[in-house]
């Protein structure tokens, strides 16, 4: 099956510090890839839509300018959390979907978990 | 997209069938249902989708009834490494394939 990565899986930062965390489709390519975040005993919160070659789309709510997404290539996204505060700690999941499927499952990378201190 | 209603826990007891349903009233005639997974601490794990037939896989079944506001996973024969919180998740034909998750169903597999 397609298998997704992210880089790193822990991240520990001091607050103020700006964390990228990378999401790339190994087997398969991606014009669209999506980021979550998750908080603790809670579901997954869809933050934006990476699209490769043009800017990405936020949800209601998400500060662009917080966090940052770069989609350069058809197998990688990047989400960076800039000026990262404690409230910022939290599960980020990306997922991808493939560009050839024709039922458009999503297939979600392991996730990263970012403690801001 | 539809909301989806789903009861906060189940258990099961192990070698049973785990049936998981999944309220979605208000689904609309070209939104799919998703089912995936999150075992703890990892990404979700796609498991399988429907239009309005049941459909079968070698991880589930769904039965998705007959109005299509409703819909059931089946886990033929639970193991303990299927405890895991169970998403069921309609999606629009156009929406640029988003899902918005719901709380979910967390199944515990009892020995």
């Known amino acids: 099956g397609a298998v997704v990565s992210q880089h790193p899986s822990r991240v520990i930062c001091k607050s103020g510090t700006s964390v990228k965390i990378e999401c790339r489709s190994l087997?398969?390519?991606?014009?669209?890839m999506f980021w979550y975040r998750q908080f603790p005993k809670q579901s997954l919160m869809l933050m934006a839509t990476s699209n490769e070659g043009s800017k990405a789309t936020y949800e209601q709510g998400v500060e662009k300018d917080k966090f940052l997404i770069n989609h350069a290539s058809l197998t990688l996204s990047t989400l960076t959390v800039t000026s990262a505060h404690p409230e910022d700690s939290s599960f980020y999941i990306c997922?991808?979907?493939?560009?050839?499927?024709?039922?458009?499952?999503?297939?979600f990378g392991p996730g990263t978990r970012l403690t801001v201190l | 997209d539809a909301k989806t209603t789903q009861p906060p826990s189940m258990d099961c007891a192990e070698g049973r069938a785990a049936n998981l349903p999944c309220n979605h009233s208000?689904?609309?005639?070209?939104?799919?249902v998703y089912w995936y997974r999150q075992i703890h601490s990892q990404g979700p794990q796609y498991i399988i989708h429907?239009?309005?037939n049941n459909e079968t896989n070698e991880m589930a079944s769904l039965i998705i009834t007959e109005d299509r506001k409703s819909s059931t996973l089946i886990l033929p024969h639970a193991t303990l490494r299927d405890t895991a919180v169970y998403y069921c998740?309609?999606?629009?034909?156009?929406?640029?394939?988003?899902?918005?998750f719901g709380s979910g169903t967390k199944l515990n597999v009892k020995p």
């Open positions: 429907g239009l309005k």
């Open positions: 997922s991808a979907n493939p560009t050839s499927s024709s039922i458009n499952e999503q297939f």
């Open positions: 998740i309609v999606r629009g034909l156009y929406n640029f394939n988003k899902f918005y």
């Open positions: 208000t689904i609309s005639g070209n939104e799919y």
């Open positions: 087997d398969f390519q991606a014009t669209t």
